[in-house]
């Protein structure tokens, strides 16, 4: 997947619909951690980033989170690869914003 800069314009639009939508802004979330669960690492920084950027910034997050926002910001990138404290501290700062909780369940159907 190729990292392509937004247009201010659809990062404008993300923004204004995750502002007047909770369920939107919740699913953008959802979708970021199902796409890492499912082994999409870069899907999942891709949407995360969008989710961040949606909501509370990095700056604050960065704040919350006592990092450098452009530490953050990189992890989040194309080429970053997050180590999993980092990564898993910063879903855990995001999931407390929020307010949501996740759980994973098991598939029991089986195919042939």
Not at 15 to 36: N, Q, S, T, V
Not at 81 to 107: C, H, W, Y
């Amino acid at each position: 997947m190729t990292d392509m800069p937004l247009t201010k314009d659809f990062k404008d639009t993300i923004k204004a619909r995750a502002d007047r939508d909770p369920e939107f802004r919740a699913g953008l979330f959802r979708e970021a951690i199902e796409a890492m669960l499912s082994d999409d690492l870069e899907t999942g920084k891709v949407l995360l980033r969008d989710y961040v950027n949606a909501t509370v910034g990095f700056e604050a997050l960065a704040q919350d989170m006592q990092k450098d926002p452009k530490s953050l910001m990189r992890m989040l990138s194309a080429k970053g690869n997050p180590r999993a404290d980092n990564l898993l501290a910063m879903v855990s700062r995001l999931k407390q914003r929020e307010g949501m909780s996740f759980s994973i369940t098991q598939n029991t159907e089986f195919h042939a």
